[in-house]
């Protein structure tokens, strides 16, 4: 009998196992009668979707896994591009680069279940403007904003949604939409992380509103990055990209928190847990013959277990993973190194691209990319303030940048703001400019600050949301990718091109060509200059 054979005559699964293979290591189920009930019945139809924001990174194997055991469990599973939510949520995603990041993750989400042996025929893809902009679906978001109050919409996206000190309604309306799409899309289910929880309760108490059934939920629990923190998008150091090269992969794991024997937070060991368990049902930890010689983990919980108790060591962990990782990253990087998918990237993720300088007595060379990605600018906390010994009008400055040595900075702010008023306040500090003495003390960074038009001359440092932590990132918004320069020469002029457009707006947000600064926490500001330029 061939293989083939005798897999179509291995009986199907019955009810218990299908809601084993659906339920297993998610973090909670809301609806477990209900799921059970379908099982019995038929097989359940299951939604996850995606907001088409940052690049997908190796964290979104989470999803992918399960969405293996649900067709594993015979499930109708439809993997939803949510074009239309990556705008609206404070518009991660520009308009005009929507299509094309879609496009992007439509080409990589695919690439990754091929990579896991998900057979592709066996899903539904679905873009959300496909059937958001219906005539139908819009006239429910009416009857749906007729009924839900400003509050429960706010802390419905709480967890999902960015959170700012002055929302956009479209952020309110996300979570409204997400719900509608249970209905939309005829499903019965919906996978997401338990970071949408509050969605998911806002989607069961609001859809009977509007004459909906209530649909089953299923969260997995959230995986911690490899600095020991949620794995985000926006933070380059928690994450490894599903293109980074093998040197990448090594440098970043290694880089990873494992504390020996350390199993809370380890991010090194959920991707063992969540992804490549549930695919592979063991685990090979690799090691020399003198450390013991490879060790195959048939369960989970003795890995975990081994390693709580220091047999296995960090780094051998760390190997192992690299080893497997790179093997399901492989098929990927080989599908996107065509001269198609390579131009898709870099159009839809330009800041990534950066422009190779002309080498010297090279002609017609293509122009030098200049985009805000390129500058290194960091939230900054002053420790100290003192007068420049030989200058009225300077301070010397101690300002923290999450390094392990403050750095020093001399500005020209002694007229305009208070040493009182400087003192451990937050501050957004550009870091790469190339160190300059100034009279007789090298400052390492410019403190940049709004100014207003015309006289008298007013100067305000700009801010940071509250509760920002020193060495955060600042970036443009649509340029939250990308590696900034080293150092920026002063010949090339990068900064002094890019501050031409630098702005700050009508509500006092900092801006270059009309997109804000941001950061994790929201959108940078000064006090009062409203038009006023930055420097």
Known sequence: ??????????????????????????????????????????????????????????????????????????????????????????????????????????????AMLESIGVPLEKLKFVRGTDYQLSKEYTLDVYRLSSVVTQHDAKKAGAEVVKQVEHPLLSGLLYPGLQALDEEYLKVDAQFGGVDQRKIFTFAEKYLPSLGYAKRVHLMNPMVPGLTGSKMSSSEEDSKIDLLDRKEDV??????????????????????????????????????????????????????EKDFAEQVVHPGDLKNSVEVALNKLLDPIREKFNSPELKKLTNAAYPNLSKAKPAEKGTKNSEPENVVPSRLDIRVGKVISVEKHPDADSLYVEKIDVGEPEPRTVVSGLVQFVPKEQLQDRLVVLLCNLKPQKM???????????????????????????????????????????????????????????????????EDCVAQWKQRNFLTKLGRVSCKSLKGGSIS
């Open 439 to 505: 009279r007789g003390v090298e400052s390492q960074g410019m403190v940049l600050c709004a100014s207003s038009v015309g006289e008298p001359r007013q100067v305000e440092p700009l801010d940071p949301p509250a509760g920002c932590c020193a060495g955060e990132r600042v970036y443009v918004e649509g340029y939250e990718g990308g590696e900034p320069d080293d150092e920026l020469k002063p010949k090339k002029k990068v900064f002094e091109k890019l501050q031409a457009d630098f702005r700050v707006s």
């Open 1 to 110: 009998m061939q293989p083939m054979e005798a897999a179509a005559m291995e009986p199907a699964p019955g009810p218990q196992e299908k809601y084993h293979l659906i339920t297993r290591n998610l973090q909670e189920v809301l609806g477990e009668d209900k799921l059970m009930a379908i099982l019995k019945e038929r097989e359940l139809k299951i939604y996850w979707g995606t907001a088409t924001t940052g690049k997908p990174h190796v964290a979104y194997f989470v999803p992918m896994s399960k969405i293996a055991d649900f067709l594993k469990a015979g499930c109708e599973v439809t993997i939803l591009f949510a074009d239309l939510h990556a705008y609206l949520d404070n518009m991660k995603a520009p308009w005009e680069l929507l299509e094309l990041r879609t496009r992007y993750y439509e080409n990589v989400i695919k």
């Open 250 to 303: 090594k440098k970043k794991l290694k880089k990873a928190f494992c504390e020996p024997g350390n199993v809370e937070n380890n991010g090194v060991l959920s991707f063992i847990k969540h992804v490549l368990f549930p695919l592979k049902s063991e685990f090979v930890i690799l090691r020399e013959e003198k450390w013991g010689g490879n060790k195959t983990y048939t369960a989970y919980e003795a890995l």
